[in-house]
């Protein structure tokens, strides 16, 4: 679970700052965020998971992302640049302005 939490909290340290995807590969998925924001307005986030997810995982992964409200996760059917892979399957939500600031004033 630790290591979940730091995963979380490093990949949406990393797509804050660039807002590019950025990705963790674990045994048997992948785990991919990306935010989308512009100036003056709300901040996306979207999870994206790939591959074999164990039981529930789904569920803690989008109950332990910072700065998102654990019940406002949508399904998506595409990522901001491509269509889902198969195998794919995609989260989005809105971020706390706030928890987006204190993560790009924290290094890393």
């Known amino acids: 679970m630790r ?10 340290h990393a797509t804050l700052r660039d ?23 709300e901040t996306y986030l979207a999870v994206r998971i790939t591959g074999s997810v164990p039981p529930n995982l789904t569920v803690l992964i989008l ?13 998506e059917y595409a990522l901001p640049e491509r269509e889902l892979l ?15 600031a204190q993560m790009l004033d924290e290094e890393r």
Do not use: I, K
């Open 86 to 100: 198969p195998a794919e399957q995609a989260w989005s939500n809105l971020m706390d302005p706030r928890a987006a």
């Open 19 to 41: 807002g590019g995807e950025h990705t963790r590969v674990f045994d048997t998925f992948t785990l991919g965020l990306q935010v989308r924001a512009d100036d003056g307005h």
């Open 63 to 75: 109950r332990n992302v910072p700065g998102c409200e654990a019940e406002g996760w949508y399904p």
């Open 3 to 12: 290591r979940l939490r730091v995963t979380l909290l490093d990949l949406a």
